[in-house]
């Protein structure tokens, strides 16, 4: 009996990690920012900085009252199944704004943001034509690692009509699928802020891919919402 538990527990255990492995997608976009890695653009302008440093992707912004959103087209095609994943993290700052990942971004005006704070909340929120408007408040969850230099794992899944919020591994919201659906995707930073990332991947079915010939990132403020 105890063999059969055993063989029925492996089993059970490479259904799993097939079927993890098949809703994932396939890896059409891979950036641990190394040399030969899909070219983000480095930014030194008033206020803002941004570019690899040993591996690293690092952010720096010093508006209180907006935020900066980098983004690149991580060649997918949005209006079918995807899943974006990053890790970042927090150096230094204000713990109660938000870093994550801009998605959606159509231009300043019309872009959606998940985030969490160093203070151990998570946001979603969009703006629409200009208005800015919050899914999900702020919201506390243990699932984020609470202050600076401590990396969180990030991911945005879309299935069917809805997207699905992970955070270290661990859904914690799911929302309908945006009406307008931009190919632009990256990260967000919040307030007076640094922040550092380790790696941005995008999976989906080759199928779907919507292949392109660069990648040209580009980056824009926008006023920052209501404080947690």
């Given at each position: 009996?105890?063999?059969?538990?055993?063989?029925?527990?492996?089993?059970?255990?490479?259904?799993q990690?097939?079927f993890?492995?098949?809703?994932?997608?396939?890896?059409?976009?891979?950036?641990?920012?190394?040399p030969?890695?899909?070219?983000?653009?480095s930014?030194?302008?008033?206020?803002?900085?941004?570019?690899?440093?040993?591996?690293?992707?690092?952010?720096?912004?010093a508006g209180?009252?907006?935020?900066?959103?980098?983004?690149?087209?991580?060649?997918?095609?949005?209006?079918?199944?995807?899943?974006?994943?990053?890790?970042m993290?927090?150096?230094?700052?204000?713990?109660?704004?938000?870093?994550?990942?801009?998605?959606?971004?159509?231009?300043?005006?019309?872009?959606?943001?998940?985030?969490?704070?160093?203070?151990?909340?998570?946001?979603?929120?969009?703006?629409s034509?200009?208005?800015y408007?919050?899914?999900?408040?702020?919201?506390?969850?243990?699932r984020?690692?609470?202050?600076?230099?401590?990396?969180?794992?990030?991911?945005?899944a879309?299935?069917?009509?809805?997207?699905?919020?992970?955070?270290?591994?661990?859904?914690v919201?799911?929302?309908?699928?945006?009406?307008?659906?931009?190919?632009?995707?990256?990260?967000?930073?919040?307030g007076?802020?640094?922040?550092?990332?380790e790696?941005?991947?995008?999976?989906?079915k080759?199928?779907?891919?919507?292949?392109v010939?660069?990648?040209?990132?580009f980056?824009?403020?926008?006023h920052?919402?209501?404080?947690?």
């Open positions: 009996m105890k063999h059969i538990i055993i063989t029925l527990t492996f089993l059970f255990s490479i259904v990690l097939s993890s492995q098949s809703t994932k997608g396939d890896l059409v976009y891979k950036c641990d920012f190394e030969n890695d899909p070219f983000w653009k930014y030194n302008e008033k206020g803002f900085t941004s570019g690899t440093v040993k591996g690293k992707f690092i952010l720096q912004h209180k009252e907006e935020a900066w959103n980098q983004t690149v087209n991580m060649n997918f095609d949005p209006h079918f199944d995807f899943e974006v994943e990053v890790s993290c927090q150096l230094s700052g204000v713990e109660n704004q938000g870093y994550g990942i801009s998605y959606n971004y159509k231009d300043v005006n019309n872009s959606n943001t998940f985030c969490v704070s160093a203070n151990g909340y998570f946001s979603i929120f969009h703006y034509k200009g208005i408007k919050d899914d999900v408040a702020w919201k506390e969850s243990d984020i690692n609470k202050g600076y230099n401590k990396f969180n794992k990030l991911g945005i879309r299935k069917g009509a809805n997207l699905h919020y992970f955070i270290n591994g661990v859904e919201a799911s929302l309908p699928v945006p009406k307008y659906n931009a190919e632009y995707v990256g990260f967000h930073i919040g007076v802020m640094k922040g550092v990332l790696y941005s991947y995008m999976y989906q080759k199928k779907a891919i919507h292949l010939d660069n990648y040209n990132s980056g824009e403020k926008i920052l919402g209501p404080n947690i």
